[in-house]
């Protein structure tokens, strides 16, 4: 089982809920591949209900997000193929946050050239602006090029050493 941060697996939660997790584990966010949607944070829960199926809560990395109707659709498909019963709900308060990356997410993140949010804290949007480093060359004369990268939650950074254009996720 991946390190899923916030959430995962209750300890000794029964085999069909194991089953589920691990399903899900597999499933790719489609903006960012490297990452799975549990690695992400964007799986909340994952319960049995009254009846017997799997309730699967996944929240958007925001609510706008594109990819939901995606992400939704690739985890109906993973639990499914998992023999799976389920029913997938989206829910958008609270609102996803950075802070729900595992630090496996966050390895697989640095290991591609984006570089993840902080583990703790967050970035403000009022503080001055921050040294990012670069995760080509590790140089911090980096500058923000545009507030919007190749993804809504990832804005474009260029190294000034470098010259090498990367992508920094948002925190929010």
């Known amino acids: 089982m991946p390190d899923a941060g916030c959430w995962g697996p209750e300890p000794g939660a029964d ?3 194991l089953t589920a ?4 584990a597999e499933v790719m966010d489609p ?11 964007v799986v909340r829960s994952v319960d049995r209900q009254t009846d017997g199926r ?9 609510s706008g997000c594109p990819a939901t109707g995606v992400i939704v659709l690739d985890v109906e498909t993973a639990l499914a193929r998992a023999g799976l019963d389920a ?16 630090e496996t997410g966050r390895a697989k993140l640095a290991e591609v050239g984006i570089v993840p949010p902080p583990a703790s804290g967050k970035r403000s949007l009022t503080a ?3 040294s990012i480093a670069c995760p ?19 804005a474009l950074h260029r190294c000034n050493a ?11």
């Open 87 to 102: 029913v997938v709900r989206v829910v958008i308060a609270p609102p996803w946050t950075t802070d729900w990356i595992s």
């Open 136 to 154: 080509l060359c590790g140089s911090t004369d980096t500058a923000q090029i545009s507030r919007f990268g190749s993804t809504a939650c990832k």
């Open 15 to 17: 085999t069909l809920l």
């Open 21 to 24: 997790w691990n399903a899900l």
């Open 128 to 130: 001055p602006e921050e």
């Open 31 to 41: 903006e960012i591949p490297v990452l799975s949607v549990v690695d992400l944070g």
């Open 162 to 172: 470098c010259l090498e254009p990367f992508d920094v996720f948002k925190c929010h």
């Open 54 to 62: 799997i309730a699967v809560t996944v929240t958007p990395t925001y």
